[in-house]
């Protein structure tokens, strides 16, 4: 098994294929048996060819929190995005649709729920301007652009807390 993981030593770039892995993305979320997320990506010359994330805990339904849980998302490039229910023994797979909300004043947006990982204030104040009144949908991971993805919230507000902030792969 050591052996294998030592075949990873890409040191990066624009150029290779390799695989991106982000165990427990949503560290603090799944601490707190919140939102957390499993994702994994096939990057190649530097172009996301294949994602897959594993969301245990989203909601089927974002209306029915107490409702059914866990979701499977997969995209591949040319190919569409879809998602499936984490428990189903149907591998049936339901395209993945972002809402067709066209007045901004009627969107949602997501945010996480550390406001360490990005302004909320701002994010608040965006809201305000846009005249969105919704609450906020504040979830910790990866689990917002699946959200947003499958429709369950308009928009996706990631705003640096300091100029110092930099994005990591994952």
């Known amino acids: 098994m050591l052996r294998a993981i030592d075949r990873g030593k890409y040191q990066g ?12 993305d949503g560290t603090k979320g799944f601490l707190r048996g919140e939102q957390f997320a499993v994702c994994l990506a096939l990057i190649e010359d530097g172009v996301v060819r294949l994602g897959v994330m594993g969301c245990p805990n989203l909601p089927h339904h974002i209306d029915k929190p107490d409702g059914p849980r866990g979701s499977i998302f997969v995209a591949v490039e040319g190919q569409g995005a879809y998602w499936r229910p984490l428990d189903s023994a149907d591998l049936a797979e339901t395209p993945v649709k972002v809402s067709g909300v066209t ?3 009627a969107a949602s947006f997501c945010e996480s729920v550390e406001s360490g990982h990005s302004s909320q204030s701002d994010a608040a104040q965006i809201a305000l301007r846009l005249g969105i009144t919704r609450p906020s ?3 910790d991971s990866q689990c917002k652009y699946a959200a947003v993805a499958r429709g369950d919230a308009d928009i ?4 640096p807390v300091s100029e110092s902030y930099v994005e990591k792969i994952w």
Not at 13 to 24: E, V
Not at 156 to 159: A, M, P, Q, S
């Open 156 to 159: 996706y507000l990631r705003l």
């Open 137 to 139: 949908v504040r979830m």
């Open 13 to 24: 770039g624009s150029k290779g294929r390799f695989w991106t892995l982000d165990p427990i």
């Open 103 to 105: 007045d901004v004043s």
